[in-house]
């Protein structure tokens, strides 16, 4: 127990660590252009890494069907932020289209 709680830690002190070098701006370090460019695909690539396990693996097998609740909502979602190019919208309207995918079918 006391070992997840020094890994917490760490890991929590690392990524505030690494956060602060590169945003605090009285501080000389600077990245260039390039880099940041590069780093901007960081966070979908995450996103994408976590979400799509979820969305098309169901009971450890390739589901691609209709019956598939995550993926039509997903669907829907991606039709939702690119008409209304709103986050919040999107996330709620994606919210209640997945409980309505889940309860009705």
């Known amino acids: 127990m006391m070992d ?13 660590g690494s956060r602060f ?3 605090e701006p009285w501080l000389p370090l600077k990245l260039s252009a390039t880099v940041q460019q590069v780093l901007s695909f960081s ?7 976590i979400a799509a396990p979820i969305v098309f693996i169901r009971e450890d097998q390739l589901s691609l069907s209709m019956g598939n609740h995550y993926l039509i909502a997903c669907i829907i979602v991606v039709f939702l932020a690119l008409m209304t190019r709103n986050t919040l919208l999107t996330v709620i309207l994606g919210m209640l ?3 309505l995918l889940r309860h009705l079918l």
């Open 43 to 49: 966070a979908p690539a995450v996103l994408t890494a």
């Open 4 to 16: 997840t709680w020094i890994i917490l830690f760490t890991v929590a002190a690392l990524v505030f």
């Open 97 to 99: 289209s997945f409980l």
């Open 21 to 23: 070098l590169l945003m």
